[in-house]
Nanobody, 113 residues
């Protein structure tokens, strides 16, 4: 089973940007769909962006036009560029396969002035 380590979170003001990175312990090329999930306090974890092995992305309506997912099958990495951040984007962000198998620690994103 591939393990994932997320990084790049932090505190940012509304309208700001962050780039999240996900390093995999093994090959992500074998994983057809990779995704970024988030879990806000008191809410269920949700899938916000996914990308196929060939690079086709899909986004939740709440982040469409603001977030961009990408993957590097050679570097075994997945990224999430987040722009125009809003307070409601505050959550712990996780990367994983779709469907998910085991969770890493995630990285905290806080959007606040």
């Amino acid at each position: 089973q591939v393990q994932f380590v997320e990084s790049g979170g932090g505190l940012v003001q509304p309208g700001g940007s962050l780039r999240l990175s996900c390093a995999a312990s093994g090959s992500v090329f074998s994983i057809y769909v990779m995704g970024w999930y988030r879990q806000a306090p008191g809410k269920q974890r949700e899938l916000v962006a996914s990308i196929t092995r060939g690079g086709t992305p899909h986004y939740a309506d709440s982040v469409k036009g603001r977030f961009t997912i990408s993957r590097d099958n050679v570097k075994n990495a997945v990224y999430l560029q987040m722009n125009s951040l809003k307070p409601e984007d505050t959550a712990v962000y996780y990367c994983n396969s779709v469907p998910a198998e085991g969770w890493g620690q995630g990285t905290q994103v806080t959007v606040s002035s």
